[in-house]
């Protein structure tokens, strides 16, 4: 206990030394596609005054703009879709995580899950969001949300809101923010099955606070800030709002859900940890079946029903896009799980239990950053290229890279959110059966299948795939690192052996 709490108070030492990125931040945070964007948009010019009209005419203050109160529809979807998100982690992801591995670790995966969960909660609410989600820079925001300060108005007497994809829409800022610290929590538990049945469960928290804080948040920024469309009240402030935007987002990336934010930005983290814990004991020589197939397919089903509610609740509405999310949600899923089965069918002759629940996280993998931007015919492909590609991930790269990814982050993960995010540069084109995309939000006029260059798409979601394993590659690599040289890593060969339900938490998953 004492070394826990030691590492916790180193990890938030480290916090306190890191730079402020601070600026200029709007009255409500902007999100994904969430600021409350008058705030920060210049109003547009009082129009010259008639001729003939009487001076003073000319010189009367512009009307005020209309409060604009949130949709109900679209707040209940959004809490409904945070609460799908939430049993994706716990129950989903913890128990198919637990089936995996050998039952005396099984206990140790399940609180690494639920406790890093909620150690990314508690800071998501403390600085994360206002990190990731307000104006700063375009690779960190400000500190204008510390703590969710500002989120109730005393002068207004009401809750601070935040946009969507629609003008004059919005739902309350507290909403997206809690519906977005269930993305960085279940991003950062994806992680620990890199690693899982080998490392301490202190050394999971410390680098936890650290890879959350330089990792998640600025890639979450690059790819997710931007003004919101209320902001682009005229031509002359397009260029400035664009320039307030992240990073990846003024290149024009398209991820809906996470494909970079979350799964590539996970899987980069856990193959590194999985180099720098180092291979388990034994492995290669002796058995590490799955000790539950059962509970692993259990998991996998809960995470199939939340995620409906990662994908379709990224629309930030109850809208169309929101309902094609949740179709190619389904469908791209259903295809990967499929795939997945004829793949293995043909390699091995038998089509498994573990390769069905697998294939169905493949394809839930790489629907993520198409789901609302591709055609069912494009989510389709997506999920049927998925299942093939990630079942050559958990073997053929896997052999290749030479690492002991316990539960094959990477070859899932990784692999699946590459393929995603280059697919969906692909069938998001119109003439593919892409939706139109805002192309002008001004005058609100859509993309045509003229103007859209599938190339050009795909060479920009290349770049952010490009940044993003980059940029966690080196934070993974430099957080493992101070975790080791601090409180250490990997728990002894003994307690290995003896399993971590026992050697950590003193308790075991099974009896008699």
Known sequence: MKKFLASLALGFSLLAAAPAFSADAPAAAAALAATEAKADAAPAAAAPAA???????????????????????????????????ILMVVPGLALFYGGLVRSKNMLSVLMQVMVTFSLITVLWFIYGYS??????????????????????????????????????????????????????????????????????????LMFMVLWFTFSYLPIAHMVWFWMGPDAYSAKEVVDEMNSKAGLIWQWGALDFAGGTVVHINAAVAGLVGAFMVGKRVGYGREAMAPHSLTLTMVGASWLWVGWFGFNAGSALEANGFAALAFANTLLATAAAVLSWCVGEALMRGKASMLGAASGAVAGLVAITPAAGNVGIGGGLIIGLIAGFACLWGVNGLKKMLGADDTLDVFGVHGVGGIVGALLTGVFSSPSLGGPSAMGDWVTATMITSADFSIASQVWIQAKAIMVTIVWSGVVSLVSFKLVDLTIGLRVTEEEEREGLDISSHGETAYHG
């Open 131 to 204: 990190l990731a989600f307000t104006e700063g820079n375009a690779y960190f925001g400000g500190l204008d949300r510390l703590f969710m300060k500002g989120i109730w108005d005393n002068a207004a007497g009401t809750f601070a809101n935040a946009a969507t994809f629609s003008k004059g829409v919005v739902i309350p800022e507290l909403t997206f923010a809690g519906f977005q610290a269930t993305f960085a929590g279940i991003t950062c538990a994806l992680i620990v099955g890199a690693f899982a049945e080998r490392i301490k469960f202190s050394a999971v």
């Open 51 to 85: 001729a003939g009209a009487p001076a003073a005419a000319a010189a009367a203050p512009a009307e005020a703009a209309p409060v604009l109160v949130p949709n109900k529809g679209d707040t209940a979807w959004m809490m409904v879709s945070t609460i799908l998100v």
